[in-house]
């Protein structure tokens, strides 16, 4: 049950002619009451005798009746209440009862009071109705509407429990604006799968990724196929921007623009100038696209790993701005990552971004400049190119998968405890998408299995008693596993390389959660070959082969192992 209240307006009869017309597109059907402030109150829509004329002069008896001077300019209170797209089809007489109810709870027509406002409610839709209210009480006294936005939300999750609707979670105006009736109804005729505006905020969502300055920003959205406008104050300084799509048109042919703010919040210039302006402070800058250090796809990713391992702990123990900001920046890596991953991983990877962008906001204010390395990662990311699905690219992003599936987690967890509820289901629900993608980019765990599944007796015992040792708490779990002989043959190349395996599985499991995680082996593989700098891609190192330098070992490009088996075959299905 989603209520929304409009802005106030002074003309009655102008939004009666809007709530009993046919709509921008005829989507109203059957425009009729289901309830107002008196049981005889005309309806324009079924009763053939009445006008919507005579019911803009009954609501608006009461403020006629006042002295000009008294008359409030903006006498007209709208509140449209929308069920959730889930929701069963309501009869007119439940629709009618939640009107009764939202007047009540807004102050519009409290309960018993008989001097309340007059209001009428138009159903034109299956789905939703809409309010109507004069702000003058019968007595002559304006109602008291304090916070009537909050009040009909909690009002509608009361009406929620109680109808058996789907629960949703009350806002605190931070998302980004739903797409109109209209909006939705031109998408469909058009037959897109979205309405404009979600396709714009998902594309200017993108093209700020990573980006460093306005000339990138502007550059991308032009390379996406937007139409820009920019507006300019008299000095030539930017103010502000509006895109559209090409295709998109209005009756009289012309691109219909969405300023960046009327897409989401955080797309407007002012704020997003503040991610450049924190990007070049004394501090240092993003690297540009020239950059020395070396970014291939897999190493970006690799990269990205480790940006996201640091961020957990910020984010579950940091300042609260500092943590918000380098939530922010998580959305901005996940937009990078759906944009340059292979297509076996692409569609939930992009359901996961486009998921995670409402918890990218709340009411804490994000102190930008903290969160550097994770923007840096998005950008790498950009730059760094499509990654292939196979080898050390694949399994780089299973790698990276696995640590953002923690970071989005931790994120849910730091809502929750600030009670930003609609933004921790958000992120709750993007990392059940990582989840999802994780389950397809894991093939070369299939690789590691086979290989610690070859390891000799002694060196298994040696393992599983160092296991036992350094993580009595969870080795029986793990080594009920699948994924432990992954996880032993990881140990065994760190081992050869060099490393201390009890100092790398004690520090793997420190300070970070596993109860989320459906197999812990898969997460320590993941965990421990990026701290031991193993190559992700463990088909490139030869089963015999001792290794040395594990970091300098090229990925094989072959897809079969050495045992001639097909990358991933006989592996065991492992999941998040």
Known sequence: ?????????????GLLNYLYGKGSHEEHVDPHLVAAWDSFAPD?????????????QLLDQPVQALAESRRPAKHVWHLSVR?????????????????RRMVAATGIAPAADEAGCRWAAVRHADDHIHIIATLVREDGRRPRLNNDAKRSQAEARLIEAEYGLKQLSTGDGTAAQRPTSAERHKAQRQGRERTAREELRESVRRAVTGARSEEEFFDRLASAGLLIRKREAPSGDLLGYKVALPDDRNKNGEPVFYPGARLAPDLSLPR??????????????????????PNSPSA??????????????????????????????????LDALAKSSAAHTRSELRDAANAFERASRSHIRAVRGHDRALRQAARDLVHGGPALGRGEDGASTAMVIDMLFFLVTAAAHWHARKG???????ASRAAEHLRNAYRPAAAPLGVLYQ??????????????????????SLAEKILAEPGWYALAATIAEADAAGHDPAALLSDAVESRELGTADSVSDVLVWRLRRRADLPADATGIPKNRTVKNPAKVRPATARATTSGRRFGEEAPGHTR
Not at 1 to 13: D, E
Not at 420 to 426: L, V
């Open 1 to 13: 049950m989603i209520p929304r209240v409009h802005k106030r307006g002074s003309n009655t009869f």
């Open 44 to 56: 324009p829509g079924r009763d053939p005798q009445a006008t919507k004329r005579h019911l803009q």
């Open 451 to 472: 290989r610690g599944r070859r390891l000799s007796q002694p060196v298994l015992q040696r393992q599983t008693a160092l296991l036992r040792e350094t993580l009595p």
């Open 272 to 293: 997003i100038r503040e991610r450049w302006s924190a990007d070049s402070d004394k501090t240092g800058s993003l690297d540009s696209p020239g950059s020395a250090s």
């Open 83 to 99: 069920a959730a797209p889930d929701d069963p089809v309501l009869s007119d007489e439940q629709w009618g009862e939640i009107a």
């Open 420 to 426: 930003h509820a609609q933004q921790a289901e958000a």
């Open 300 to 333: 970006a990713r690799r990269r990205t790993a480790t940006a996201a391992w640091v961020a957990i702990g910020v984010v579950e123990d940091g300042d609260d701005a500092v943590a918000a900001a380098y939530v922010a920046a998580t959305g901005e890596v």
